[in-house]
């Protein structure tokens, strides 16, 4: 029987996961963080590791730099759970011989097993061994209404594990999903409570000594989102919360991109997040299309910069430095989003917006205005003159992949 370590920070998610690598044929053993994994690595030397990149204590990272410098755990093979959204930590596993890196706001238990059996000789059946799901090493602190769902989980998994061979091979992959979506969805109003309540406690300490800690337990609350939206087919919802997860990492990193801006995307993107779960949307939400996204500013570098922000998640955008050159592009053809600087020569951007939603192709078209302007009268100016949202300069990569995808979400 092959052994997996599997490396989680939320009791429910590695309940989940480790049922059904355990149902699949694997020796499963979980750690809630980085320095637990550490040790569980040295006692049991798995031959596979399933690792979050973003966990407490010591990231994904930690404990790929721990692995690859101990002889005996160099040749351990490696699947991450990443965030599209944080190409950096991607890449620094994938420098470490990371064999598999999957979208965390796309896995699924059934993807994950297997990627698995792809990457090791598939378990046979070793009938002498029990198949039971493996606890945690040690308690982690999750919410009542995660408790009643880890319950619900354990029992569930006991259940289907007394059916005959026969019984459990006709299990199908897409009752999974509804029993997930169905799992998913009880826990959406305590869910939706305390996302709002997270955040609130964020906003409220602001600049204080607690403001870090308030904005770790917001960040992995979302993680949590992420993941379990993932799993239950909410597709679309997994990736905005795994895009803001992703703002928040870099706020944490650094601390100087902590401003009236990111801290309006936050509550935005969080009330967004809580309202789209009453009533919530239908489970199985289709991935989100592809977009067209027009980015108007005359500066060079910052057009550079905001492509390729947006290309982290997925969407490809048109880039004009003239805003006359930008006008005639929507006069021919629909976009989804569009995003302008506001001081440019020719026509500013407060005018170019006016002038947009005089075309019948862009009345209601979503426009985030990007500036270095803070002052209030500008805001208000720019909401009269039709736009819908703002971001600061200097951008932040992750902040510009949240207000579009909040975006796209809202327009359908």
Same mark, same amino acid.
């Given at each position: 029987?092959?052994?997996?370590?599997?490396?989680?920070?939320?009791?429910?998610?590695?309940?989940?996961?480790?049922?059904?690598?355990?149902?699949?044929?694997?020796?499963?053993?979980?750690?809630?963080?980085?320095?637990?994994?550490?040790?569980?690595?040295?006692?049991?030397?798995?031959?596979?590791?399933?690792?979050?990149?973003?966990?407490?204590?010591?990231?994904?990272?930690?404990?790929?730099?721990?692995?690859?410098?101990?002889?005996?755990?160099?040749?351990?093979?490696?699947?991450?759970?990443?965030?599209?959204?944080?190409?950096?930590?991607?890449?620094?596993?994938?420098?470490?011989?990371?064999?598999?890196?999957?979208?965390?706001?796309?896995?699924?238990?059934?993807?994950?097993?297997?990627?698995?059996?792809?990457?090791?000789?598939?378990?046979?059946?070793?009938?002498?061994?029990?198949?039971? %799901?493996?606890?945690?090493?040690? +308690?982690?602190?999750?919410?009542? !209404? =995660?408790?009643?769902?880890?319950?619900?989980?354990? @029992? /569930?998994?006991?259940?289907?594990?007394?059916?005959?061979?026969?019984?459990?091979?006709?299990?199908?992959?897409?009752?999974?999903?509804?029993?997930?979506?169905?799992?998913?969805?009880?826990?959406?109003?305590?869910?939706?409570?305390?996302?709002?309540?997270?955040?609130?406690?964020?906003?409220?300490?602001?600049?204080?000594?607690?403001?870090?800690?308030?904005?770790?337990?917001?960040?992995?609350?979302?993680?949590?989102?992420?993941?379990?939206?993932?799993?239950?087919?909410?597709?679309?919802?997994?990736?905005?919360?795994?895009?803001?997860?992703?703002?928040?990492?870099?706020?944490?990193?650094?601390?100087?991109?902590?401003?009236?801006?990111?801290?309006?995307?936050?509550? %935005?993107?969080?009330?967004?997040? +809580?309202?789209?779960?009453?009533? !919530? =949307?239908?489970?199985?939400?289709?991935?989100?299309? @592809? /977009?067209?996204?027009?980015?108007?500013?005359?500066?060079?570098?910052?057009?550079?910069?905001?492509?390729?922000?947006?290309?982290?998640?997925?969407?490809?955008?048109?880039?004009?430095?003239?805003?006359?050159?930008?006008?005639?592009?929507?006069?021919?053809?629909?976009?989804?989003?569009?995003?302008?600087?506001?001081?440019?020569?020719?026509?500013?951007?407060?005018?170019?917006?006016?002038?947009?939603?005089?075309?019948?192709?862009?009345?209601?078209?979503?426009?985030?205005?990007?500036?270095?302007?803070?002052?209030?009268?500008?805001?208000?100016?720019?909401?009269?003159?039709?736009?819908?949202?703002?971001?600061?300069?200097?951008?932040?990569?992750?902040?510009?992949?949240?207000?579009?995808?909040?975006?796209?979400?809202?327009?359908?």
């Amino acid at each position: 029987m092959k052994k997996v370590l599997f490396v989680e920070d939320n009791a429910l998610i590695a309940s989940i996961y480790s049922n059904k690598l355990s149902e699949a044929g694997f020796e499963v053993r979980v750690a809630e963080d980085g320095l637990v994994a550490m040790k569980l690595l040295l006692e049991s030397k798995p031959d596979l590791v399933v690792l979050d990149l973003l966990m407490p204590k010591m990231t994904g990272v930690d404990v790929l730099k721990f692995m690859r410098e101990h002889e005996e755990l160099k040749s351990v093979r490696v699947v991450v759970f990443s965030n599209s959204f944080l190409s950096n930590l991607a890449e620094q596993a994938v420098a470490m011989r990371v064999e598999k890196a999957l979208i965390k706001a796309a896995v699924t238990p059934a993807r994950l097993i297997d990627v698995i059996n792809q990457m090791l000789d598939k378990p046979g059946e070793d009938q002498s061994a029990p198949k039971k %799901a493996a606890a945690p090493d040690s +308690a982690v602190e999750i919410s009542k !209404p =995660e408790r009643e769902a880890l319950a619900r989980e354990k @029992s /569930a998994t006991a259940a289907n594990q007394s059916k005959s061979g026969p019984q459990k091979e006709n299990a199908s992959k897409s009752e999974t999903l509804t029993m997930m979506g169905r799992q998913f969805l009880e826990l959406i109003p305590a869910l939706s409570k305390e996302l709002r309540q997270l955040c609130r406690d964020f906003l409220e300490a602001s600049a204080s000594p607690d403001q870090t800690e308030r904005l770790i337990a917001l960040n992995r609350k979302l993680g949590f989102l992420t993941q379990m939206a993932a799993i239950a087919g909410y597709h679309r919802t997994a990736e905005l919360a795994s895009a803001l997860e992703a703002l928040l990492y870099e706020l944490l990193n650094k601390p100087e991109a902590m401003n009236d801006s990111s801290r309006h995307t936050v509550a %935005a993107s969080v009330a967004f997040l +809580a309202d789209r779960f009453d009533p !919530p =949307e239908a489970a199985n939400e289709q991935e989100r299309p @592809s /977009a067209k996204i027009l980015i108007v500013d005359d500066d060079v570098v910052s057009n550079r910069a905001l492509a390729q922000a947006l290309g982290r998640a997925k969407l490809s955008a048109t880039s004009e430095a003239s805003p006359l050159a930008a006008l005639t592009k929507l006069e021919q053809s629909a976009y989804d989003v569009v995003l302008m600087d506001i001081t440019m020569p020719e026509m500013d951007g407060l005018v170019l917006c006016e002038k947009m939603r005089s075309l019948p192709l862009h009345k209601r078209t979503p426009v985030i205005f990007v500036t270095s302007h803070t002052d209030l009268k500008t805001r208000v100016q720019s909401i009269l003159s039709g736009g819908n949202d703002f971001i600061s300069k200097p951008i932040s990569p992750a902040e510009v992949c949240v207000k579009v995808i909040t975006c796209l979400l809202k327009t359908g």
